[in-house]
């Protein structure tokens, strides 16, 4: 009876209580793996210009324990110029996450899109790195929308079978 005779200001404000009440706080970021490969640079025509470049993303989560999450991003470019091997690169770069206050519904959001949005630039700058410091040039790899991923997924999930927990992985 006392909800009915709430003001939408007053819900509005219960549900903002709500959110200010969510924390997400990052315990520690590391560096998991990381390889770097160029099979025979020596091979590479240098007349064909640069490489084509493919970039995959791939995404481990493990609960390890209560509002404690281990998430993994894997970033992995591969570089060929027609079919001979420039590069191969892949960083792996974890984050303990610590979360408090989210519902159920929110807790798959916050594990596949803010954490690995935390732990990209890490990836980025090590990749950018590695790849230099092996001879190549590498355009500046541009930020990933990982809302748009974790949507497109999901979409897929529900597709192919009703609502499922959010992937766990996350290839691009």
Known sequence: MADENQTPEAAAQGGNQQQQNAQMVVQHVYLKDASYEAPSPHELEQSQGQP??????????????EGRWEVILTVTVTAKQGDKTAFICEVQYGGLFHFSGFSEEQLPYVVNVLCPNVLFPYNRTQVANMVQAGGFYLPPIQPINFEAVFRQRMAEAQAQGGEQAAP?????
């Open 168 to 172: 766990s992985e996350t290839p691009q």
């Open 52 to 65: 084509d470049i493919n970039l995959n993303l791939a995404q481990r989560t493990n609960q390890i324990g």
